[in-house]
């Protein structure tokens, strides 16, 4: 395979990226097949369907262990297909709340944090419901999850990719 930039012949490795293509700045691929360019020195992924890419992401977001900040928030409900009004409306709270929550001017309270995950999680990973909020049930139910909503990275590892197709 050539570099579509230069047409130097690529090679083929393993190792992680930092995947700020889907909008989220935590997310990190680990151990993923990656494609070299020894002249340009460019590094990307070898990626999956953009369906099962989406569903990694997805569940790695609802099983994470920190609060939901306002990009994660902000994903999971355009990955949903809703309004603010209309998720406002699923969580019984205001779309002023919604805004402050995805422009992190206010943090996601505990109990609605769970609500917006679990309904992610029927909504986006109906063949996964059970496994996935049991995890999610773990996580917030232990001394994993951190309450604070505080920049720690979302790990995709390869094997996850493994099991989402």
Not at 87 to 93: D, F, G
Not at 95 to 120: G, H, K, Q
Request: charged share 30%; glycine share 4%.
């Amino acid at each position: 395979m050539n570099c579509p930039k230069c047409t130097e012949e690529t090679t083929r490795t393993v190792g992680n990226y930092h995947l700020t293509e889907c909008g989220l700045d935590n997310v990190w691929l680990e151990e993923w097949p990656m494609v070299n360019c020894p002249k340009c020195e460019v590094s990307k992924p070898v990626l999956p369907d953009p369906a099962i890419l989406e569903k990694l992401l997805i569940e790695a977001i609802v099983c994470h262990e920190t609060r939901l900040d306002g990009d994660s928030i902000l994903f999971l409900r355009r990955s949903m297909g809703l309004t603010a009004i209309a998720l406002a409306e699923i969580l019984r709270t205001s779309r002023a709340e919604i805004s402050r929550w995805e422009n992190d001017r206010v943090e996601i309270s505990p109990y609605l944090d769970f609500r917006l995950r679990m309904e992610a999680t029927r909504r986006l990973l109906p063949d996964r419901v059970g496994d996935t909020q049991l995890e999610i049930a773990d996580v917030l139910s232990t001394d994993r999850y951190q309450p604070q909503a505080e920049e720690r990275p979302i790990r995709i590892p390869l094997s996850m990719a493994a099991t989402a197709g």
